[in-house]
């Protein structure tokens, strides 16, 4: 019996894929698996039982990766399931930058009770008109699930696009509309861009790339749109890019002290992958990936360990090590086994940067005394006895 818990609401129809072998848990701390969404996990004291995270979701950045890893606890994400709710969002958001389209309907509610308002907003109107977004620029920074699905949609509504991506996957290339074009240098949609979005994870390397000098760089009047995360902006150096009028509208998902109410931020409050349909995919994603690595020791879609899949396991036994990525690990382990007599009948070892997973299939069900032998191995973190 394996027991999870959720750290955020997870969609019904993803936690109805666990089988009369899984209990959902209200602590925490007797969870193999957790579930979670947006809540934060780095001040969270990690539990020692806990075998697996699934962020239904995209972005990791409330999750210490590395500890995890340490802690041989596979952290799992579920890539493009919420791709579709953000373009949608993105769309919307860059209508709403270029019309008053919030300022007209406010305008409205508050004159609900003029007996002459449909002559009244003929005269109103022109306060909250705007632009098209159809032949304007788009350069969209990241072009991954959420950015080429922005990308090929802007291309249907009419917008010239660039995009720029300097780990752009074969995948993706294929995916994308010939129409975009693709620069190797950020400095071209920054010079070039009427709108431009934002679609890359929050890493040291990401973070605050959208800065003054960036903004420098731009045209004036240009629409910035933050669907990712906050902290890739100076926000500060946004509010004074909006007051020197070289940024139009800064429209951003993640609401702020610094952002929210200020004039020429248009602010939503997370609502990107809050589709029924994204919330769906998510949850459905996340339990079959958890559930494959509670059963058989697979992970599929992790952020912190490698893909390493065996199927379902057909011999006796299955363990799973997790390890510093370094010399004469295998040798070591096949050691613990060929010891004791025991007949290694499959193996798979995946590395990914500093750490390496490895699974071993035997004749035989390993012993307490062979699990023993291995955790003291120097480099390794967890060994896990599959089946
Ligand atoms: N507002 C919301 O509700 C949501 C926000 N997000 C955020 O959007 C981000 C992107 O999501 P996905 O497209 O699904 O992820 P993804 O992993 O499919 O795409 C990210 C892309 O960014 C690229 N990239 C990385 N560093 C870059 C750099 N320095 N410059 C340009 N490109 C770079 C990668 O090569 C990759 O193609 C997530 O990390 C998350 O923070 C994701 C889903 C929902
Ligand atoms: O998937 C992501 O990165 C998101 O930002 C969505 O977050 P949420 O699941 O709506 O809390």
Not at 102 to 110: D, K, L, M, S, T
Not at 205 to 222: C, F, H, P, S
Request: aromatic share 6%; proline share 2%.
């Amino acid at each position: 019996m394996f027991k999870y818990h959720c750290l955020n609401p997870i969609a019904d129809i993803g936690l109805n894929k666990f089988t009369g072998n899984y209990e959902k848990t209200e602590n925490v701390n007797e969870a193999d698996g957790v579930l979670v969404r947006s809540a934060a996990m780095h001040d969270m004291e990690l539990p020692e039982k806990l075998l697996a995270v699934a962020r239904a979701g995209a972005g990791v950045n409330n999750i210490p990766l590395d500890k995890c890893a340490e802690k041989g606890i596979v952290v799992f994400n579920t890539p493009g399931a919420n791709a579709n709710g953000v373009k949608e969002l993105v769309i919307a958001g860059m209508l709403l930058a270029s019309r008053d389209i919030v300022g007209g309907i406010n305008w409205v509610a508050a004159n609900k009770d003029d007996k002459n308002i449909a002559k009244t907003a003929e005269k109103e109107k022109k306060n909250f008109a705007g632009t098209e977004i159809q032949d304007k620029k788009l350069g969209l920074i990241g072009l991954g699930a959420i950015g080429i699905k922005v990308a090929n949609v802007a291309r249907h509504l009419g917008m010239e696009v660039y995009g720029y991506d300097p780990y752009l996957s074969v995948d993706a290339a294929w995916n994308l509309s010939r129409d975009v074009k693709h620069v190797l240098n950020v400095d071209e949609i920054y010079e070039n861009c009427d709108f431009i979005s934002i679609h890359v994870p929050l890493v040291e390397t990401t973070r605050g790339m959208l800065n003054k000098d960036a903004i420098a760089k731009m045209k004036e009047g240009v629409v910035l749109l933050n669907f990712a995360r906050d902290l890739l902006a100076n926000e500060e150096d946004v509010i004074e890019g909006i007051k020197s009028g070289k940024v139009r509208k800064y429209v951003t998902d993640f609401p702020n002290t610094i952002t929210a109410g200020q004039e020429g931020c248009i602010v939503v409050p997370h609502l990107g992958a809050s589709t029924e349909e994204s919330e769906d995919n998510c949850a459905k994603m996340a339990v079959k990936e958890m559930m494959d690595y509670l059963e058989n020791g697979n992970i599929i879609n992790s952020v912190n360990y490698p893909d390493c899949d065996m199927g379902v396991c057909t011999q006796a036994g299955r363990v799973a090590i997790f390890h510093k990525n370094k010399a004469n690990m295998i040798t070591r382990f096949t050691a613990c086994f060929g010891d004791e007599g025991i007949n290694i009948t499959d193996m798979m070892n995946k590395s990914k940067g500093e750490v390496a997973y490895t699974m071993i299939d035997l004749e035989n069900a390993a012993t307490e005394e062979m699990v023993n032998k291995l955790k003291v191995i120097e480099g390794v973190f967890r060994v896990r006895v599959v089946k």
